[in-house]
């Protein structure tokens, strides 16, 4: 198996087999906790104006994502996992766009496969990949808004890398504490909590909780992420 490590936009365009797009903060974790909020399908769009317009074809739906962080105007909620309230979602199709995450995937276009990537299904992601043991593998990191490294996105894809490789990340639990002052501090900012809620960021790095991984298919309507058990 060649494991091909790739960052931002541009890694995500040069991505070709097997392929892990990963966001932590916040994109693909919240999808995870979306799924386990009983949502029927979540659809990963790249524009706000195509997320509107799929939202016009799909009564019901409920649209989901931000720009810059903030959730975008006129959606129902933004991108963070904390603030979404259960029984809005339950048995709804979620329409979901942000910065970095979903824009990773509407560029992967070489990939032969999509899973989205985050630490809490970490073990999950590394399971599946060894279960369709591909001849390639392209890890995603898709940093700050898909144009900066973030450290917590290369901490998954580092994680995901060693235990593909069957080697221990001894230094796991130390580096996920130290993204709360390097990485994961904006949660903590008590003048940006509507945008960043402190809540979020535990949710986030609770690495290895959910034992499944999204698998991005796509259909008459554009992307869809299907959650599948492991």
Known sequence: MKIKRLQLIE?????????????????????????????????????????????EKLPGSILVGERKGKKCEGFDFGNSP?????????????????????????????????ITGSLVNAKAIVSYIKSKNPEVV??????????????????????????????????LEARISGLRTNG???????????????????????YDQFPFVIRIEKDELGFVGIKTPI
Not at 40 to 55: M, Q, T, V, Y
Not at 138 to 166: F, K
Request: aromatic share 8%.
């Open 138 to 171: 392209s890890i995603v990191s898709m940093g700050t808004r898909g144009i900066r490294t973030n450290l917590e996105d290369e901490l998954c894809a580092e994680y995901l890398i060693s235990m593909l490789e069957g080697k221990e990340m001894e230094d």
């Open 184 to 206: 994961g501090e904006h949660f903590f900012d008590p003048d940006n909590q509507e945008v960043f809620p402190e809540a979020d960021y535990w949710m986030c790095i609770k």
């Open 11 to 55: 890694g995500a365009k040069q991505a070709e087999g097997l392929t892990v797009i990963i966001d932590v903060f916040r994109a693909f974790s919240l999808e995870c906790y979306l799924y386990d909020m009983g949502v029927k399908e979540i659809r990963p769009i790249g524009s706000i104006e195509d997320a509107f317009a799929l939202h």
């Open 82 to 114: 904390s603030t979404v309230d259960r029984d809005s979602v339950l048995g709804k199709t979620i329409i979901h766009t942000t910065s970095a995450g979903t824009q990773g995937i509407v560029n992967a276009q070489n990939a032969a496969e999509i």
